[in-house]
């Protein structure tokens, strides 16, 4: 894909500002909905909203423009992102000396400190004091990133927290539909699971039982998820290339197209993995609100929403 010139980049930055805010209408109505509801069940506690986006989709855009909409309407919402949990570095570092090549960089669940981001919901959940929003930064160390500390602290009554992540929300899959994946995997002509091909069976198994602490820490405390959907994963490869060409034609640091194919590949058995279970089970969440708790939105490959519907 050839690289982008300032004008198509002011094009597309236009175009992108003008799908975000009709994104961002489209979100608000269901928060503010489901934020009625949660107050009628839960008092003074916030409602909690997970944002599931592949990388490049907009998920972090939206989610600051989202709570910045729902601020000026008197809404108070605070959002962070499932990067900001990222491992410190020595933690990281002994995860990658494991041996299993997803985990030799962050990314992949079993990159992150699962424990901060609970106790984290957990404080906002409660209302009742300052809470410190985990950060992280991806320069340090050479690229490599660690912990910093907090920049923001959520301050009390907090009505919505909005909590955003690649693979937030995908559920670990049990024995035998791994076995099917596994099978659908090593067969002969198979193009629908060519990234986790590169992978071991047990690299595969790692990072699919690390989604169980996920799954049993985090998700329970989520009311509402917003889900913004891809009909082919691949497309992440040309979003992710238009971001480092932005940055490129900002003068900024960026990546190579080797460096970034590498990037992304790592990520990609995640989305095989975890997006067609996603689409059969649903999401995992706190059980206190009516249905719908969903929201999916349908991408194109534009980043356009296409179509909505809440799938149960």
Same mark, same amino acid.
């Given at each position: 894909?050839?690289?982008?010139?300032?004008?198509?980049?002011?094009?597309?930055?236009?175009?992108?500002?003008?799908?975000?805010?009709?994104?961002?209408?489209?979100?608000?109505?269901?928060?503010?909905?489901?934020?009625?509801?949660?107050?009628?069940?839960?008092?003074?506690?916030?409602?909690?909203?997970?944002?599931?986006?592949?990388?490049?989709?907009?998920?972090?855009?939206?989610?600051?423009?989202?709570?910045?909409?729902?601020?000026?309407?008197?809404?108070?919402?605070?959002?962070?992102?499932?990067?900001?949990?990222?491992?410190?570095?020595?933690?990281?570092?002994?995860?990658?000396?494991?041996?299993?090549?997803?985990?030799?960089?962050?990314?992949?669940?079993?990159?992150?400190?699962?424990?901060?981001?609970?106790?984290?919901?957990?404080?906002?959940?409660?209302?009742? @004091?300052?809470?410190?929003?985990?950060?992280?930064?991806?320069?340090?160390?050479?690229?490599?990133?660690?912990?910093?500390?907090?920049?923001?602290? @959520?301050?009390?009554?907090?009505?919505?927290?909005?909590?955003?992540?690649?693979?937030?929300?995908?559920?670990?899959?049990?024995?035998?539909?791994?076995?099917?994946?596994?099978?659908?995997?090593?067969?002969?002509?198979?193009?629908?699971?060519?990234?986790?091909?590169?992978?071991?069976?047990? #690299?595969?198994?790692?990072?699919?039982?690390?989604?169980?602490?996920?799954?049993?820490?985090?998700?329970?405390?989520?009311?509402?998820?917003?889900?913004?959907?891809? #009909?082919?994963?691949?497309?992440?490869?040309?979003?992710?290339?238009?971001?480092?060409?932005?940055?490129?034609?900002?003068?900024?640091? #960026?990546?190579?197209?080797?460096?970034?194919?590498?990037?992304?590949?790592?990520?990609?058995?995640?989305?095989?993995?975890?997006?067609?279970?996603?689409?059969?089970?649903?999401?995992?969440?706190?059980?206190?609100?009516?249905?719908?708790?969903?929201?999916?939105?349908?991408?194109?490959?534009?980043?356009?929403?296409?179509?909505?519907?809440?799938?149960?």
């Amino acid at each position: 894909m050839p690289a982008i010139t300032g004008l198509d980049l002011a094009r597309r930055q236009r175009a992108v500002q003008a799908h975000v805010a009709d994104r961002v209408r489209q979100v608000a109505r269901f928060v503010v909905r489901k934020l009625g509801e949660k107050r009628a069940v839960a008092g003074g506690a916030p409602l909690v909203v997970g944002v599931c986006g592949p990388q490049g989709s907009g998920k972090t855009t939206m989610v600051r423009a989202l709570a910045a909409h729902l601020r000026a309407r008197s809404v108070a919402a605070v959002g962070f992102s499932l990067d900001d949990l990222y491992l410190a570095a020595a933690d990281q570092e002994r995860v990658a000396r494991g041996g299993n090549p997803l985990l030799r960089f962050r990314g992949q669940p079993g990159t992150h400190d699962v424990e901060l981001g609970r106790a984290t919901l957990a404080s906002l959940l409660r209302n009742s @004091a300052p809470t410190p929003l985990p950060a992280y930064d991806k320069s340090l160390r050479g690229g490599r990133g660690d912990r910093v500390p907090p920049r923001e602290w @959520a301050q009390p009554p907090v009505d919505v927290v909005l909590l955003e992540g690649w693979c937030l929300g995908f559920r670990a899959l049990d024995a035998p539909a791994f076995a099917r994946f596994i099978a659908a995997v090593r067969a002969s002509g198979d193009v629908l699971h060519r990234h986790s091909r590169r992978y071991s069976d047990a #690299s595969l198994a790692e990072v699919n039982a690390n989604l169980r602490a996920y799954e049993s820490a985090l998700y329970p405390l989520i009311d509402a998820w917003v889900w913004l959907r891809v #009909s082919d994963a691949d497309v992440v490869f040309r979003w992710r290339k238009e971001q480092e060409d932005a940055l490129a034609a900002s003068g900024r640091p #960026s990546l190579s197209d080797a460096q970034l194919e590498d990037f992304i590949a790592r990520f990609m058995p995640g989305y095989e993995m975890a997006l067609p279970a996603l689409d059969a089970r649903g999401f995992v969440s706190s059980g206190l609100l009516p249905a719908p708790t969903t929201l999916r939105l349908h991408l194109d490959l534009d980043r356009c929403v296409v179509g909505l519907d809440h799938p149960q």
